[in-house]
């Protein structure tokens, strides 16, 4: 009995150590509210890889009126202007869970998105509810660019 004792208490010391690595920098993440994920982020990576040239997706929200702004051309040729508004869910299991809905009566997010590693550094992760393997990466940036606003007046004129 004291030997399977002794053997426990090993195990835990081993399991505790190997994960106390005092060597690995913590990243400190934010909670994922309207204030944090207000501002324009750009979607960097899909499905772990960057985008093809050529396409993208900005996206704008604004905290105080829960809405959002994007332009994107990621599953269209043209670009597109897309506005509405967001909402954020805490699931007891999933964590924070992001959903929306589309100006103009164009209903729902195909998607509500679990929202992981905000971070300080300005950056996070989105993975669909409903399929783990649809996982969007996002970084905080400045501005979305000119020519972009402009590409999507031009095709919403045409």
């Known amino acids: 009995m004291k030997n399977i004792f002794n053997l426990m208490a090993l195990f835990a010391f081993l399991c505790c150590f190997s994960a106390c690595n005092d060597d690995e920098a913590v990243i400190p993440t934010l909670a994922v509210t309207p204030a944090n994920l207000n501002g324009t982020w750009e979607l960097s990576e899909w499905n772990g890889q960057p985008l093809a040239e050529g396409t993208y997706c900005y996206v704008t929200f604004d905290r105080k009126e829960q809405t959002f702004e994007m332009y994107q051309k990621f599953d269209s040729m043209y670009a597109r202007h ?5 909402s954020i869910e805490e699931d007891p299991y999933l964590g924070s869970v992001i959903g929306g809905v589309y100006d103009y009566g164009n209903g729902d997010w195909n998607n509500k998105y679990i929202v992981t590693d ?9 993975t669909a509810k409903d399929n783990e393997n649809d996982v969007n990466k996002y970084v905080r940036c400045e501005t979305i660019p000119e ?3 402009a590409e999507a007046k031009v095709d919403k004129d045409e």
Not at 82 to 86: E, K, L, Q, V
Not at 118 to 126: K, P, R
């Open 82 to 86: 897309i506005t509405g508004g967001f």
């Open 118 to 126: 905000l971070l300080e550094t300005g950056s996070m992760i989105w």
């Open 147 to 149: 020519g972009i606003i």
